[in-house]
């Protein structure tokens, strides 16, 4: 997907295409820039990229409007001094800036290379310390632990002992899950009541925020408390986690949610969903109506879209919702996880599909990191819903042509809403 032109309130500039050919100086890896990171958060500023990074090696996105790097499965041994090897929580500045609640435990923020915005504001990049203690291994039990009680699904109540926490990561499963199980870099929503077990405070959980945590399952984007924890255990399962500092704060630890450099924390973590990254839906199709293009579902490979012969480009975004979800509706602010296949309106010719890639797409709604056609498309829509899109060239790369997408070009994207919640963006 390539970037589109200028928005609202962004006349007289337009960002070039991701993909072969030199990157636009002024892009970033994420809609919030790293000052305002650092200025709303207090965690200090975004780390620098690592050097030799090859863009432009990187595949095509094309309703993206931002360049973005993945995130290292090492990405907390990448941050800025002063914020340690956990470095900037994304997420949580997204939940306070797009969302207006919620906690969430990213770790990690990469700018691009290319983005001399990024560059000024980035400290840099700090090496491991020799002295830092290693993530110990998980095990099922420790001598002393917190009891719980609720059920899935609910804010849990989590009961301290008297006796402190021996250093023990625990990841134990108090309620198994039928659901199919998490493999490492399946995409999951999880929720989670938390605790400081050393200061017997309560730390801001995803039920205060109303909305899951969206994340790859042992990607390295969260600590490992909550990143290492789910992989391995189904869908439907809530398990207990106790992180000493190794295992989630590390020697920093974490001042804007009140955790020392030595405390210990505790964790209930609900499975929420997992997708594998080929994901796809299915379900009773509706074919779309008369004077939209027609699509062949081909599983999990592209989506071929058949136009309408003679058609006059419309002026305004259509949609149709080929499957109808069952899930909650999207909002703007939130994480979003998707498939996709994009045709040029007028011949039905392919310029994109996740599909290709095997690899499914996130971004964050309402930021301008997609074009307007799909914020507007996709905001309102359920959770499981395959949406078919007809965007107007003025709701995405208006008169810019972008790589095989001719100017003043309409475009169709067939679109399933795979998950969503706080975090994502990695696309």
């Known amino acids: 997907m390539t970037e589109k032109a200028s928005g609202p ?3 007289g500039t337009a960002n070039g295409a991701v993909g072969p050919g030199p990157a636009s100086p002024d892009r970033e890896s994420i809609v919030v820039p790293p000052a305002i990171l650092a200025q709303q958060a207090g965690w200090g500023q975004a780390p620098a990229a690592p050097a030799g990074s090859a863009d432009d090696e990187q595949p095509q996105v094309f309703a993206s409007t931002k360049r973005k790097q993945e995130v290292s499965e090492a990405g907390y041994n990448e941050n800025p001094p002063g914020v340690g090897k956990l470095g900037v929580i994304l997420g949580t500045v997204l939940a306070l800036l797009l969302v207006g609640s919620g906690i969430t435990l990213y770790v990690a923020y990469k700018p691009d290379s290319k983005s001399s915005a990024a560059k000024a504001d980035a400290a840099p990049t700090a090496e491991p310390s020799p002295t830092e203690a290693p993530v110990p291994p998980i095990k099922d039990t420790a001598k002393v632990l917190p009891t719980v009680t609720g059920d899935f699904g609910t804010k849990a109540t989590i009961t301290l002992p008297k006796e402190a926490a021996d250093g023990t990561f625990v990841v134990k499963e108090l309620t198994p899950g039928t659901g199919p199980k998490v493999d490492k870099n399946n995409w999951v929503t999880a929720d989670f009541t938390a605790m400081n077990w050393t200061t017997g405070k309560e730390i801001q959980g995803s039920y205060e925020g109303g909305k899951p945590q969206l994340f790859q399952a042992d990607g390295g984007q969260l600590i490992p408390a909550l990143d290492a924890a789910v992989t391995g255990h189904k869908v439907g399962s809530r398990l207990l986690v106790v992180a000493p500092p190794a295992a989630a704060f590390r020697d920093q630890g974490s001042q804007g949610m009140g955790v020392g450099p030595t405390d210990n924390l505790v964790f209930v973590i609900d499975i929420r969903n997992a997708n594998a990254q080929d994901a796809v839906l299915s379900g009773d199709v509706t074919p779309p109506p008369s004077d939209f293009p027609k699509v062949k579902d081909n599983g999990k490979k592209a989506a071929e879209i058949i136009p309408v012969p003679g058609a006059a480009d419309p002026t305004e975004l259509k949609s149709a919702v080929l499957i109808q979800g069952k899930g909650r509706k999207v909002e703007s602010g939130e994480g979003v996880l998707v498939q996709y296949t994009g045709a040029l309106y007028k ?13 499914a797409f996130s971004f964050v709604t309402g930021g301008g990191s997609v074009i307007e056609g799909w914020d507007k498309g996709i905001v309102g829509q359920n959770i499981g819903s395959r949406v078919e899109l007809v965007i107007p ?8 042509a972008k790589d095989t997408i001719p100017a ?6 067939v679109v399933d809403i795979l998950d969503a919640g706080i975090g994502g963006g990695s696309g």
């Open 9 to 11: 309130g962004e006349a």
């Open 347 to 359: 011949d039905g010719k392919k310029f994109d599909s996740s599909l290709d890639r095997g690899q």
């Open 393 to 400: 060239a003025s709701l995405a790369y208006k008169d810019q």
């Open 408 to 413: 003043n070009s309409t475009l169709v994207f």
